[in-house]
């Protein structure tokens, strides 16, 4: 394994003791996520790349989650259990990660604690070691009781995270009174600060993480940053400065961008400052170079260095979803609202009592704000429809809002008839009332991964998964490399150098596209 030569730290740098950086590769999640919308890889590109970050030696591989699962469901017709299997078999030497925003797995719907128990017992069984649990409310309990869960379903290593935010309401004490019930938790092996909307700075990295290297003493204290404002990669280098163990780092083309930062450019910065580093550098430039491959074989856009932006701060809206709501404004035709759908963000966010925009919540302001753009252009009222998540975020079902609910918010909620639904305590679920619902549906016993796939996602997604049967492999350059929407397929297509005639056919239908050259223009469609 390759390392840096170690090199004179500047004066003020406090990582003394503390050992080379270890790093948690966010490609195929995070970046997957915040870049492509979730839908960019199949299970054949991750399993492609697997191998050579296995090689590389990384700490972990953030890997999947509930979006990504799903994503690979309805996008792709493949199963998730498939995915996950298939990944840890070619990366035995690096534990696969998964996170979970605490109470909720695929669906929106806070989730029972009989659902959760299958989802991370599955996740377990297929090859998931390690768990992020990130609870966008930063409730300790919670977190602390979804720890205590993923270790008795077999996950063998939890990571507890401080969810950052900026806002009126979120202070350094609240984050280091957090810290000190993780330390305390034996069900938690370490802590991480967890920055989905890329809003530390520099002065602020200087001011909070002593503060969380202090109090999590031996613990490891790892960093998760994204570079939407332009200030992560910077604010990397001093949080390695500061004591951070593990920062997370995503490779070419799933990197920078509302992504984190690339590992290419991080470990050239962490040399200038004479901070060493564990990994195989050779092996993680294989991985990002199957990437490279993937992105221009699939029309995928990559990530770019983003230059500082101070706007984020105001509607905090995190990569993932900024990504997301472009996609699905363009589906709807209102590509052109995406400046008043953010401006509205910053409104309805302080309005509901300043959730921290990660998932699920980011997603909720996102909605709320798009329907108050979609009514304002309708000469409605903003909060004349609340979707059935706004209205339980405000009601309490997922924990106290931080911030206070606006009154003129509040009185909508309640005035609703849905409200009064909502509010009703929720029917114990157990498995054996799930799997006879279930298996009384389709008319047979269904498996618990089966079942729980089917508890969280539509029926028609289940059906069309079991129709495509296991996912295709991948490989660089290899003919037939599979597309997966009209949009990859006509790009793939386009970038096919010189083609004349091309013909696919699959289960008895065929689809032939010609191309001839125009002869007034000499163009070519």
Not at 426 to 444: D, F, K
Not at 448 to 464: G, H
Not at 468 to 497: C, D, E, K, M, Y
């Amino acid at each position: 394994m390759s390392t840096t030569q170690t090199q004179t730290q500047p004066s003020g740098t406090a990582r003394t003791g503390r050992g080379p950086i270890r790093f948690v590769d966010t490609s195929l999640r995070d970046g997957n996520q915040s870049l492509w919308g979730a839908t960019g890889l199949t299970t054949g590109m991750v399993e492609a790349v697997g191998r050579a970050i296995d090689r590389a030696g990384y700490h972990a591989l953030d890997f999947t989650s509930s979006t990504n699962l799903s994503m690979g469901v309805k996008f792709h017709q493949e199963n998730p259990w498939e995915r996950i299997s298939r990944m840890r078999a070619v990366t035995p030497n690096t534990p696969l990660s998964a996170i979970t925003p605490g109470m909720r797995f695929m669906s929106w719907e806070k989730s029972p604690e009989t659902v959760m128990r299958m989802a991370l017992r599955q996740m377990a069984r297929h090859g998931v070691r390690r768990l992020q649990v990130a609870d966008p409310m930063n409730d300790a309990e919670a977190v602390q009781r979804v720890s205590r869960w993923a270790k008795e379903e077999g996950i063998d290593y939890v990571v507890a995270a401080l969810t950052f935010t900026d806002s009126p309401v979120h202070t350094d004490d609240s984050y280091t009174h957090n810290l000190d019930r993780f330390v305390a938790d034996g069900n938690i092996d370490a802590v991480y600060l967890k920055d989905p909307g890329g809003l530390l700075t520099v002065e602020r990295t200087r001011s909070l993480i002593p503060k969380l290297r202090a109090g999590a003493g031996d613990m490891s204290l790892e960093l998760h940053s994204h570079c939407t404002t332009g200030t992560a990669s910077e604010l990397y280098v001093v949080a390695a400065q500061l004591g951070v163990d593990v920062l997370h780092t995503g490779l070419g083309p799933l990197s920078n961008g509302t992504a984190q930062p690339s590992l290419e450019q991080l470990v050239k910065n962490l040399d200038a400052v004479g901070i060493t580093y564990d990994l195989d550098l050779d092996a993680a430039q294989e991985a990002a170079e199957i990437l490279w491959e993937i992105a221009r074989s699939q029309g995928l856009e990559p990530g770019r260095p983003t230059e500082f932006d101070l706007s984020p701060h105001q509607h905090q809206v995190p990569g993932g979803m900024m990504s997301t709501l472009k996609r699905q404004l363009g589906e709807i035709g209102m590509a052109d609202a995406l400046p008043e759908v953010i401006e509205e963000a910053k409104a309805v966010r302080r309005e509901i009592g300043y959730p921290i925009m990660v998932t699920p919540f980011s997603q909720f302001v996102g909605s709320q704000s798009l329907l108050n753009v979609m009514a304002v252009r309708n000469g409605q009222e903003r909060y004349s429809r609340i979707p059935d998540e706004v209205m339980h975020f405000v009601l309490g079902h997922y924990g106290t809002p931080a911030g206070e609910v606006a009154p003129e918010v509040m009185a909508k909620v309640e005035a609703s008839p849905r409200a009064a639904e909502l509010a009703a305590e929720p029917t114990p679920v157990t498995v054996e009332g799930l799997q006879a619902e279930y298996s009384g549906r389709v008319g047979r016993p269904l498996e618990e991964e089966e079942l729980l796939l089917r508890v969280v996602l539509p029926a028609e997604q289940i059906e069309a998964m079991h129709a495509a049967g296991p996912a295709p492999a991948w490989a660089p350059g290899r003919p037939g490399t599979p597309v997966t929407n009209p949009v990859q397929f006509i790009s793939a297509v386009h970038a096919l150098p010189g083609w004349k005639h091309l013909s696919v056919h699959k289960d008895g239908q065929r689809v032939e596209l010609h191309r001839t050259s125009e002869p007034t223009t000499g163009a070519t469609r």
